[in-house]
């Protein structure tokens, strides 16, 4: 299996049954994305992490939920 193109990234889990609907829609395209939940507010430093560290590990989007978007901007 190769490395997912795409993340989904959430700030809790209480977000994942919203974005299970983007990960299901991208298994249609036989795309099969990465889900992580992070906490912008709870753990800044992962969420940093996560952003900079995608293009490494392959992902070309980031679809982000709740109150990611604010923290992180490249």
Request: charged share 25%; net charge negative; hydrophobic share 40%.
């Amino acid at each position: 299996m190769s490395n997912p193109l795409v993340g989904i990234v959430m700030g809790s889990e209480s977000d994942l049954d919203i974005m299970k609907g983007a990960a299901e829609m991208l298994r249609q395209f036989e795309v099969e994305p990465e889900l992580t939940i992070v906490s912008a507010h709870r753990t800044p430093e992962r969420l940093r992490e996560y952003a900079t560290k995608a293009k490494e590990r392959g992902l070309k989007v980031i679809i982000a939920g709740q109150a990611v978007p604010h923290i992180y901007q490249a």
